[in-house]
């Protein structure tokens, strides 16, 4: 079907659009801003999102142990607690090797979600009262999701994704200052939880694109719709 016959084309924020394309922000998700909640209180949850292998982007061991030290940094943290959920992509023998390595480690989780073994919980639900998300850069998805939720996002990031999609997703959220990159392989940050450098969403992700949608595509007004 030709392009023209088409009144608006969407274009995934990986790829870069072609003209007279509108740019989504983020892959679309079902996770809305006014849905979230922040707790309140001295203790700070933090939210770890393991995503794992896919075309063009394959982990290593060593992965997995550099993720556990940066952790551990984050466990270090007075009154801050971290909850961990592991994905379909991850695999049962990854999520033992994680395990492993925080054991290693002694990194303090209040709870660790494994897909690989069974456990189910929404993305939505374990974001629920969080202060901040740290998510695998593999995954577009669950970025996206915590960006729509309007947390503060840190994608960490091994060197090892050499997916051109995966990378300009990226980089043109860490341009709109709306996550923060973590190179694992790079000096830790002093501040692992720093998120002066992130604007989250102050509205809703949709609500932005229909708003876009209704300049491209104006509505007929309703006196011409009682005249047909």
Not at 94 to 116: A, D, P
Not at 186 to 215: H, M, N, Q, R, Y
């Given at each position: 079907?030709?392009?023209?016959?088409?009144?608006?084309?969407?274009?995934?924020?990986?790829?870069?659009?072609?003209?007279?394309?509108?740019?989504?922000?983020?892959?679309?998700?079902?996770?809305?801003l006014?849905?979230?909640?922040?707790?309140?209180?001295?203790?700070?949850?933090?939210?770890?999102?393991?995503?794992?292998?896919?075309?063009?982007?394959?982990?290593?061991?060593?992965?997995?142990?550099?993720?556990?030290?940066?952790?551990?940094?984050?466990?270090?943290?007075?009154?801050?607690?971290?909850?961990?959920?592991?994905?379909?992509?991850?695999?049962?023998?990854?999520?033992?090797?994680?395990?492993?390595?925080?054991?290693?480690?002694?990194?303090?989780?209040?709870?660790f979600?494994?897909?690989?073994?069974?456990?189910?919980?929404?993305?939505?639900?374990i974001?629920?009262?969080?202060?901040?998300?740290?998510?695998?850069?593999?995954?577009?998805?669950?970025?996206?999701?915590?960006?729509a939720?309007?947390?503060?996002?840190?994608?960490?990031?091994?060197?090892?994704?050499?997916?051109?999609?995966?990378d300009?997703?990226?980089?043109?959220?860490?341009?709109?200052?709306?996550?923060?990159?973590?190179?694992?392989?790079?000096?830790?940050p002093?501040?692992?939880?720093?998120?002066?450098?992130?604007?989250?969403?102050?509205?809703?992700?949709?609500?932005?694109?229909?708003?876009?949608?209704?300049?491209?595509?104006?509505?007929?007004?309703?006196?011409?719709?009682?005249?047909?």
């Amino acid at each position: 079907m030709p392009r023209s016959a088409f009144a608006a084309i969407l274009s995934h924020p990986g790829v870069s659009p072609k003209q007279g394309e509108i740019e989504l922000s983020i892959s679309p998700t079902h996770a809305r801003l006014a849905h979230h909640t922040v707790r309140t209180g001295d203790t700070k949850k933090v939210a770890v999102l393991i995503g794992g292998d896919a075309p063009q982007i394959r982990y290593e061991s060593a992965s997995w142990d550099r993720l556990a030290r940066h952790l551990k940094l984050i466990s270090d943290i007075p009154r801050t607690e971290i909850c961990i959920s592991t994905s379909p992509r991850t695999g049962r023998q990854v999520e033992e090797k994680i395990l492993t390595q925080l054991q290693k480690y002694q990194v303090r989780t209040s709870r660790f979600i494994e897909y690989g073994r069974g456990d189910r919980e929404s993305v939505e639900s374990i974001l629920e009262n969080t202060f901040a998300v740290i998510v695998t850069a593999d995954s577009v998805s669950m970025i996206s999701d915590a960006v729509a939720l309007g947390l503060s996002v840190f994608a960490v990031h091994d060197e090892n994704i050499a997916s051109q999609r995966v990378d300009n997703f990226l980089q043109k959220l860490s341009h709109k200052k709306l996550i923060s990159i973590i190179n694992l392989r790079a000096t830790p940050p002093g501040d692992p939880l720093d998120t002066s450098k992130i604007v989250p969403f102050d509205v809703c992700w949709s609500d932005e694109l229909w708003k876009e949608l209704a300049e491209r595509i104006p509505l007929a007004s309703s006196s011409d719709a009682v005249n047909k």
